[in-house]
């Protein structure tokens, strides 16, 4: 019965079963680089056999889900001509005690058959953390490598907002979500997690099963070379050699056994990361090049850059949902408007199902529009990727941004600026709204209170130079704390005291900077509002065309410099207030651009008429 319950979740493939070469796998060059050298000292060993080193054995393969991990195994398989074993992530997982370290025995009892007949053998164990640990956690991993997704779900308040931390970069939002100040924690370092079962996931023994048989390949096996010999006073022969590859794939390395990281089990150890924008632009290619498109070189570019943090699986995603849309739309070829919408359904999810009351509607757009007017006045380190009012699951719009470029440091300049484009939403509906605010500025008010609490507590970006996160371990937080204090009387305290004070006054200094930044630019808040209430959701490049008052891609925005445009927004909008403060009906339509005459087909109209229609209350 064990040995029953000992098969399964071990697929061997034949060298002409795997079709992947090096040539499928596009943006991950620099791993490839490093494997390939594992190939040459397999198909050749003695090229470092004979100046004394030794093949190595093992690589372990991390980073984040969907950028080519088993791609690249497959890819190695590939390459070398010999079997490829894979191993189920839940084959060592079992019911009864002992059965996994069967398995584990016949799994290696296997691949040195094959070693030993091809001249080696590949074993690819996907979802390696399954294996779990002994207790330990596995040095030099740790950082939030896939915190930052969940940014859109970030909130201070369990009520719908706005997408407070959608104006962040990843890593930021990445940090705010693992650090003590975003989870209860006691600081930026506080981000390591013990993952595992506690004696394996495999079960009682498995792991250990496996650690030795990686390290014992070179002991001399069977019973009569063992026994029989020394019997006759001969000593036993030492095994072959046998060529095994270790591959491993994880996106959770702080979670594998330090022993099974050593050299010698894994010798090297690669992040497979996000693809840059080279990567990304052969990926999008290699993709687009399966289907029927009239995507232009320059557009891919652009796709690269407005995706910073696309993997392999999420660009070919995306391509496909844009076949879809084109498909729904009776077209046999991908246009540049598909890809834009594949991007909205995919990064926004489907729209909720209602529909916001006028005065809502415009409260919303103005709101977004004032994070929209100040990400794009005051901030260079990112660019506006998506603008919406259109409601999703956890919030009411967003203003999402992105980075122009690869960038792995912050200035204090930057972070800001983004406290800027966060408080902009607060200190926009006070002016609009005649002092008025609403409780959708909450989670940009979180976001903005996280960061200038690590500015000034911890990143030494503030007006004095000592770590918070010092103090606070010690105890002396500021605010009656004492060591060994409970976590909660210091999450407590933190606020008070000088820290406190320091945070609040940065947090004005700030918002008043956004008042006068939005008081500046009130034509350009109003104009994208209209944009926002009239299509609901406008990229990055249609927001600044409206700012600019230039023709962008999908919209134009040179009629919203006719003279006649502030006239008529400032009327609809006092119609607005009107309707919120008595809380009734808007008793107007939203303005509606008329063309008067026009030069030639497609042309800009030589004049445009802004009309506003009275409604019967």
């Known amino acids: 019965m064990f040995w029953f319950l000992s098969r399964g979740g071990i697929e061997v493939y034949m060298p002409d079963d795997i079709k992947t070469r090096f040539t499928d796998v596009w943006g991950q060059d620099p791993v490839l680089d490093r494997v390939k050298e594992n190939i ?42 010999r079997p490829y074993v894979f191993v189920d992530p839940g084959a060592f997982t079992a019911m009864f005690m002992g059965v996994g370290i069967l398995k584990v025995k016949s799994l290696y009892k ?3 058959k094959l070693a030993l007949r091809y001249g080696g053998v590949i074993v690819f164990l996907d979802e390696a953390d399954s294996l779990g640990n002994r207790g ?13 997704r969940l940014a859109p779900n970030f909130g201070g308040t ?32 506080r ?71 050593r050299p010698g089990r894994i010798d090297r150890i690669y992040k497979v990361g996000y693809p840059s924008k080279n990567g990304r632009v052969r990926t999008y290619m290699g993709y687009l090049d399966k289907v029927s498109h ?89 660019t506006i990727d998506i603008a919406t009012i259109e409601m ?22 930057e972070y800001e600026a983004d406290v800027i484009v966060g408080l902009a939403s607060l200190a926009g509906e006070r002016l609009f709204f005649e002092g008025d605010s609403s409780s959708g500025v909450s989670g940009d008010l979180d976001g903005a209170t996280t960061v200038a609490t690590l500015m000034e507590g911890y990143w030494g970006m503030g007006s004095t130079v000592a770590s918070h996160g010092v103090a606070r371990r010690f105890g002396f937080d500021g605010g009656g704390g004492k060591p060994g204090g409970d976590d909660k009387d210091k999450e407590r305290d933190l606020l008070k005291g000088d820290l406190g004070a320091r945070i609040e006054a940065k ?75 008595v809380h009734g009906k808007v008793d107007a339509l939203l303005p509606v651009l008329t063309p008067v005459s026009s030069e030639g087909l497609g042309a800009l109209p030589t004049k445009v008429a802004w009309t506003i229609e009275d409604r019967q209350i």
Not at 221 to 249: D, E, M, S, T, W
């Open 294 to 382: 009239h995507i232009t070189a320059e557009q891919v570019d652009k796709l690269a850059t407005i995706t910073p943090y696309a993997t392999g699986a999420t660009i070919k995603d995306l391509i496909n949902e844009a076949l879809i849309n084109a498909i729904r739309e009776g077209r046999e070829a991908i246009e540049w408007e598909d890809i834009v919408n594949a991007r909205k359904l995919k990064e926004l999810g489907p729209p909720a199902d209602v529909d916001y009351v006028e005065r809502e509607r415009h409260a919303v757009a103005i709101h977004e529009a004032c994070h929209a007017v100040a990400a794009y006045r005051v901030r260079r380190h990112m």
């Open 507 to 581: 947090l004005v200094d700030l918002i008043d900077r956004a008042e006068q930044l939005l008081s500046e630019n009130r034509r350009e808040v109003l104009a994208v509002a209209h944009a926002l209430e009239t299509h609901k959701t406008l990229t990055g490049e249609d927001v600044a065309a409206i700012i600019n008052g230039t023709a962008g891609p999908l919209i134009d925005g040179r009629p919203y410099t006719d003279d006649g445009f502030s006239e008529v927004a400032e009327e609809y909008h006092r119609r607005v207030v009107k309707a919120h403060n």
């Open 136 to 148: 330990q956690l596995a040095p030099g991993f740790g950082g939030a490598a896939g915190a930052s």
């Open 40 to 81: 040459v000292y397999l198909e050749d060993p003695e090229s470092i056999e004979r100046r004394g080193g030794h093949v190595p054995g093992g690589i372990l393969l991390w980073g984040p889900p969907g950028t080519g991990k088993t791609l690249i195994a497959e890819a190695v398989a590939g390459e070398t001509g």
């Open 110 to 112: 296997k691949l040195r």
């Open 158 to 189: 369990h009520t719908r907002s706005c997408n407070g931390m959608s104006y962040l970069a990843p890593e930021t939002a990445g940090q705010l979500l693992t650090m003590g100040l975003a989870g209860g924690g006691d600081g930026p370092h």
């Open 392 to 413: 999703g699951q956890t919030y009411l719009g967003m203003v999402a941004s992105i980075p122009p470029e690869d960038q792995f440091t912050q200035w204090r300049s």
């Open 191 to 261: 981000d390591r997690i013990v993952a595992g079962m506690g004696m394996g996931g495999g079960g009682m023994g498995t792991l250990q099963a496996l650690l030795s048989e990686m390290s014992g390949l070179t002991k001399p096996r069977g019973f009569v070379n063992r026994f029989v010999r020394r019997l006759f006073g001969l000593k036993p022969k030492q095994p072959p050699k046998y060529r095994i590859l270790h591959i491993l794939a994880t996106n959770m390395p702080q979670a594998l056994d330090e022993a099974l990281l």
